[in-house]
Nanobody, 118 residues
């Protein structure tokens, strides 16, 4: 049974930083590209960053220049470090594995809520 469990969200002040983590179980983690997304209520889920199984990373406009995606295959965990948080970063953050064509492979976990407020 596949499980994706995100953690690390919470309340952070504007300008602050967070490290999000996602532990995958029941997957071929080391063979999968992994991605972080976020979703604001009423909006589409937004792709933030992707890391290939070899560790190559790519970032999308919402977090480009202020985020780092990384992975620890020994722990089946993918991380997202985000700094300079603003109110626009307030969302539920999710991870998933990606196929070679960029489609998500698994059902979504519960996500982790990030709230930005002073």
């Amino acid at each position: 049974q596949v499980q994706l469990v995100e953690s690390g969200g919470g309340l952070v002040q504007p300008g602050g930083s967070l490290r999000l983590a996602c532990v995958a179980s029941g997957t071929a983690f080391s063979k999968d590209a992994m991605a972080w997304y976020r979703q604001v209520p009423g909006q589409r889920r937004e792709l933030l960053a992707v890391i290939s199984r070899s560790g190559t990373d790519n970032y999308f406009s919402a977090v480009k220049g202020r985020a780092t995606i990384s992975r620890d295959n020994a722990k089946n965990t993918v991380y997202l470090d985000v700094n300079n948080l603003t109110a626009e970063d307030e969302a539920v953050y999710y991870c998933n594995a990606l196929s070679t064509s960029g489609l998500t492979l698994y059902g979504w976990g519960q996500g982790t809520q990030v709230t930005v407020a002073s």
